[in-house]
């Protein structure tokens, strides 16, 4: 016998223990385990060599419980609503008395009025009983953690010791006057499925987001200003940390055009610059169009040796950028980045792309009148802004 009492939880983590009969109560609107207890059941009793059979139509279960079989013991699975209380408690005596030959699986709803007869009391004492639980405050953990474990839903089993999590469990465990493991179940899904994402809660995430994104913005206004070892260390770390929690390259890219066209466009308000106009805009056009030049490696290959690739083309260009710009080998991508607006994205990459070729064919044609390029720059640029039949966005 496994217990006197165990609850169907338990028993599906636990390998079935010979017994001769199985007697399994079930909440009446739950009944969450109750295939897969009788699926458990079904398996040990072909382990036993129990012949699966069922009560014919007309027959009762007492004549099915006693009946020889030259195939051998013979193993019913029934439900007592499926049957008299008669019939019931004459099979429940026969079970206790020896009377029966063969073994069942007796599932019965909570409320039953078998519950209560002096025949089922003597069985579940002498077989033992499995029950299905309430969640209550002492158990909603446990059975919290069950429910993960089990949940189709992919990489949810850490809740299972997250201290919000749990809280927000207990505080639907505290509201209803009673709780079943399948309403917790579905509570569980309702919470993962509306009120998260990422494994963290919706307000975690956008306050970790936000986080993100000034720590990216930061770490790259800094080293486009500063081209050095100690601002290069910082963004490549950042990057670097990004890979490794499991992103993807299309995300974080798209993190990257995103800090850049505020970048390039001059949008954050922290640096001085930004606030008189952010006349300084030449090596930021610049690290705009190698970003857009790298994608294909950035996608494509290793995302950090790619970007420390980028990172080495932008000193080159930034340390002679009037040069960079009227370069021939460079002018191509020039033109084709800045030129005209970008079409119409649907994906979160492609957006962000198509803000970072806004805000530099934007810029570019505020540098004309914000800076004093040597003539021969100054004239590409003219030839190359004017090109453009769509007006300026800024």
């Not at 089922?120 to 059975?143: M, Q």
């Not at 509306?194 to 936000?210: D, S, V």
């Amino acid at each position: 016998m496994i217990a006197d009492k165990v609850s169907d939880i338990e028993f599906q983590e636990r390998e079935v223990i010979h017994r001769d009969q199985f007697l399994y109560v079930y909440g009446r609107k739950s009944g969450l385990l109750r295939s897969a207890v009788r699926a458990q059941v079904e398996t040990f009793a072909k382990r036993a060599g129990w012949e699966p059979v069922s009560v014919m139509a007309g027959g009762t279960l007492r004549e099915q419980m006693r009946a020889p079989s030259l195939l051998g013991e013979m193993f019913v699975v029934c439900d007592a609503a499926e049957f008299s209380l008669a019939d019931l408690q004459g099979s429940l005596i026969d079970i206790v008395d020896g009377g029966a030959s063969n073994h069942m699986l007796l599932m019965v709803a909570d409320g039953s009025e078998l519950l209560e007869e002096e025949e089922w009391i003597r069985a579940k004492d002498a077989f033992g009983l499995i029950e299905e639980p309430l969640v209550t405050i002492d158990n909603y953990r446990s059975i919290t953690r069950f429910l993960l474990r089990r949940s189709d839903l992919a990489t949810v089993q850490h809740l299972g010791d997250d201290p919000r999590f749990l809280g927000r469990v207990k505080a639907f465990v505290q509201d209803s006057r009673s709780s079943s493991p399948r309403s917790l179940a579905m509570e569980i899904d309702r919470i993962i499925l509306t009120e998260m994402k990422n494994g963290a809660f919706e307000q975690e995430t956008r306050l970790i987001e936000r986080r993100e994104r000034r720590v990216l913005s930061e770490g790259l206004n800094q080293f486009l200003d500063d081209r050095r070892t100690g601002t290069l260390y910082p963004l490549l770390q950042f990057l670097s940390n990004a890979c490794l929690s499991g992103d993807s390259a299309a995300g974080i890219l798209e993190r990257l055009y995103r800090a850049s066209a505020n970048v390039v466009a001059g949008r954050d308000q922290r640096y001085k610059r930004n606030r008189e106009g952010n006349p300084a805009v030449l090596p930021y056009l610049a690290w705009g169009i190698l970003l857009l030049e790298y994608e294909s490696s950035l996608m494509e290959g290793n995302f950090m040796v790619a970007f420390e690739h980028l990172c080495q083309a932008y000193h080159g260009a930034a340390g002679r950028v009037e040069e960079w710009f009227v370069d021939e080998t460079n002018w191509q991508a020039v033109l084709l980045r800045i030129l005209g607006e970008p079409a119409q994205e649907i994906t979160g990459l492609g957006q962000a792309r198509a803000t970072l070729c806004s805000a530099l064919n934007a810029r570019s044609r505020a540098l004309l009148d914000r800076l004093q390029l040597r003539e021969a720059t100054s004239a590409r640029f003219h030839e190359l802004v004017g090109k453009s039949a769509v007006p300026a966005n800024e």
